[in-house]
């Protein structure tokens, strides 16, 4: 479930078909839109050893697979943002598949990944409660094909939505927590405008403007662009 599209929804879908991959040196990304709500499902990889993440596998896991596949990507484990269908609801099935632990989201958002079953019934799309291995905390870090993630902890679409940052490579997994022009969405019993935007304002604004983020729906954007154009953000 994504971002804060105002009331035009269909024109924000419409534009969520994002494939790209970032040229970091030694760290590799490539982006899988994946359940009807056309999900960046994230595949982290170091280009030497190959080794890599899976990030919010929601659905769809043959395309995961097929991607895995061609790119060759050694999966050692699988991260998930948040606990909204569109990013954990195939997580249990791929964990399965693949025989690797999963880390994240915070655990505030335990009873959503409880909840999946029933949270994939209200959009007609298969999906399997899940837990975590390892819970993600203010502070972390979490190592990706041997590339260092610190976890910010930024609830307001959820209250247990984590972002990761790679500070050598200047690159953000966003999750559903700040788009390119939008912000998540908050409108759920337990969504917190307030949260969510001091979140931003006082955790990822301070990151530098050259920092370029991989989002949950939508394409890539940078801090910096955010920071001069979001509207939300002024
Ligand atoms: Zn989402
Ligand atoms: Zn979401």
Redesign the pocket.
């Known amino acids: 479930?994504?971002r804060d599209t105002g009331k035009n929804e269909e024109a924000a879908f419409a534009s969520m078909t994002t494939k790209s991959s970032e040229p970091a040196k030694g760290l590799r990304a490539a982006i899988v839109p994946v359940t009807p709500?056309q999900?960046n499902c994230t595949l982290l990889w170091d280009g030497s050893s190959m080794a890599g993440a899976v990030i919010d596998p929601?659905g769809d896991l043959d395309q995961i697979h097929k991607a895995i596949d061609e790119l060759g990507v050694k999966v050692e484990k699988i991260i998930i943002t948040h606990g909204?269908i569109?990013?954990a609801g195939g997580a249990s099935d791929l964990k399965s598949a693949l025989g690797v632990e999963i880390e994240g989201p915070h655990t505030a958002d335990r009873f959503l990944l409880d909840n999946l079953a029933k949270q994939g019934a209200a959009y007609g799309i298969p999906a399997k409660p899940v837990t975590p291995d390892r819970w993600l905390e203010e502070g972390d870090t979490l190592s990706i094909g041997g590339h260092e993630f610190e976890v910010l902890h930024c609830p307001g679409h959820s209250p247990g939505s984590v972002v990761l940052v790679n500070h050598a490579h200047r690159l953000v997994i966003m999750?559903?927590v700040l788009f390119q022009g939008s912000i998540g969405r908050t409108d759920f019993p337990y969504g917190d405008h307030d949260a969510l935007i001091s979140a931003i304002k006082t955790k990822l604004l301070k990151l530098g403007d050259d920092y370029t983020f991989i989002c949950?729906?939508g394409p890539t954007s940078t801090i910096g662009a955010e920071r001069r154009g979001n509207p939300f953000l002024t």
């Open positions: 479930m994504e709500f999900q929601g909204h569109d990013h999750g559903d949950g729906h």
